[in-house]
C-alpha cells in the first residue's frame, strides 16, 4: 500500500491522496481498501472498531455501507487537514491529528474513537503462533500444526511485531526473556543452542581456574593471562543472547524467577 494522506472537506467527505497519486473521495465502493483498514482497527484499535461497529449497527443490513461510514468517521476523527505529515504510511501506521471537533472533551467517544488507545496485547492465537517460533518452528511446520496459511502466520508474526514493538525475531526473543512471556517455568527444557553455551561457559571457566592456580603456584605471568582470557571467555558464553539465542543468564534467570 502507498502511504495516504486525507482531507475532509467543508461538506463532510473525505478525500484521499496516495502518495504519487492524485487527489481523490473516499467512497463506498473502495471495499478493499475499507477493509483493510477495519482489519487495523480491529488487531490495533479494539476499541474504537466496537465502537463505530456499536454506532452504525443499525445498518448492518448493508455490511458494505455501514463498513464505509465506520472507516469515514474514524478519518474524520483522527486525521484533518493536508500537511507535511503522512497520514497512514505504506505500514499501516497510523499518525494521528488533532482535529478541532466542537465536542472534544463531552463526546463520549473521546479517547475511543478519537486519538484511540493502541491495542498492545498479544492475542492467544498470535502468542500460540509465536511461542512455536520462539521454540525454533518453521513457518511451514506452524502453519501445519495450527491448519492455517503461511500467509497467516506471516502476519500473526508481523502484528506482534509491531504491537510489541520489535522488528525482528532476535529482538523478540529477548523481549519474551525479559518478560517472562511464555512463563518459563522449571520444566522448561533448555534448548540446544543455549546448552552449548552453558557447557562451554563451563569448559572455559575451569580452564580459566586452572591457569589461575599455575600462576598462582609457577608464578607465570603468562598462565595470569591465559586465565583472565578463559574468564572473559565464559563470560561472553555465559552472556550470549546473538541471533535470538537465549543466553544461560536469561535463561536461569528466568527459570528460577519468583512470581
Known amino acids: 500500500m502507498k502511504a495516504i494522506e486525507f482531507y475532509t472537506t467543508p461538506e463532510g467527505e473525505v478525500t484521499m491522496r496516495p502518495i504519487g497519486e492524485a487527489e481523490r473521495q473516499l467512497k463506498e465502493t473502495d471495499t478493499d481498501f475499507i477493509q483493510a483498514f477495519l482489519a487495523i482497527l480491529r488487531e490495533f484499535y479494539p476499541e474504537a472498531y466496537d465502537a463505530l461497529m456499536d454506532i452504525y449497527s443499525k445498518n448492518s443490513n448493508n455490511k458494505r455501507y455501514r463498513d464505509f461510514i465506520a472507516v469515514r468517521r474514524f478519518i474524520k476523527c483522527n486525521f484533518g487537514l493536508y500537511d507535511n505529515m503522512i497520514d ?26 478519537c486519538a484511540p488507545k493502541f491495542n498492545s496485547k498479544l492475542s492467544d492465537r498470535q502468542i ?20 492455517i496459511s503461511l500467509n497467516t502466520v506471516n502476519n500473526h508474526r ?10 525482528s525475531m532476535a ?8 518478560n517472562n512471556l511464555f512463563q518459563i517455568t522449571n ?9 552449548a553455551n552453558l557447557i562451554q ?59
Open 88 to 113: 497512514v504510511d505504506e505500514n499501516w501506521n497510523f499518525n494521528f491529528e488533532f482535529v478541532g471537533c466542537p465536542l472534544r472533551g463531552e463526546c463520549k467517544h473521546d479517547k475511543v474513537i
Open 128 to 147: 500460540e503462533v509465536m511461542r512455536m517460533l520462539y521454540d525454533g518452528k518453521n513457518d511451514s511446520e506452524i502453519a501445519e500444526k495450527l491448519f
Open 158 to 167: 508481523k502484528n506482534s511485531f509491531r504491537k510489541v514493538g520489535v522488528h
Open 171 to 178: 529482538e523478540f526473543m529477548r523481549y519474551a526473556m525479559t
Open 187 to 195: 520444566a522448561t527444557p533448555m534448548k540446544g543452542e543455549t546448552l
Open 201 to 259: 561457559c563451563g569448559v572455559t571457566l575451569l580452564l580459566g581456574i586452572i591457569a589461575l592456580a599455575g600462576a598462582l603456584f609457577c608464578n607465570a605471568s603468562f598462565h595470569f593471562f591465559t586465565a583472565m582470557a578463559c574468564f572473559w571467555l565464559a563470560w561472553v558464553f555465559y552472556t550470549d543472547n546473538e541471533y535470538g539465542i537465549v543466553s544461560v543468564r536469561e535463561y536461569f534467570k528466568n527459570r528460577y524467577k519468583k512470581d
